[in-house]
């Protein structure tokens, strides 16, 4: 499985980003997410998508604004977006992508393997 990040970049305060990653490789069954890490802090999860799209947002500063969606391209390869809205300072880090294995009823159960290159975002006050 590999995966590729892309969307990021600088936005104002209360602005909006959309992040995307390519996934190749058999993702069919598995859950895709959104962790972050930002500066002198652990990374943190965002969302993810089970293979049946039951979604999980992590952090509850995040709901409502931060949507996850999961989608099949026609070569076979699927993709998993992140759109963010109302962002703030706090939202500043590195995002990656994830992939593995995990119940199509929740995908935040268990710790991703497949890693993304992370993508920058930065949010100006």
């Known amino acids: 499985v590999q995966l590729q990040a892309s969307g990021g970049g600088v936005v104002q305060a209360g602005g909006s980003l959309r992040l995307s990653c390519t996934a190749s490789?058999?993702?069919?069954?598995?859950?895709l997410g959104w962790f972050r890490q930002a500066r002198g802090k652990n990374r943190e999860g965002v969302a993810c998508?089970?293979?049946?799209?039951?979604?999980?947002?992590?952090?509850d500063s995040m709901k409502g604004r931060f949507t996850i969606a999961r989608r099949k391209r026609d070569n076979g390869e699927e993709s998993v977006e992140l759109q963010m809205n109302n962002l703030r300072p706090e939202d500043t880090a590195v995002y990656y992508c994830a992939a593995d294995k995990a119940p199509y009823y929740n995908c935040g159960l268990y710790p991703y393997h497949y890693w993304g290159q992370g993508t920058l975002v930065t949010v100006s006050s």
């Open positions: 998508v089970s293979s049946r799209g039951v979604t999980t947002t992590y952090v």
């Open positions: 490789g058999y993702t069919s069954s598995y859950g």
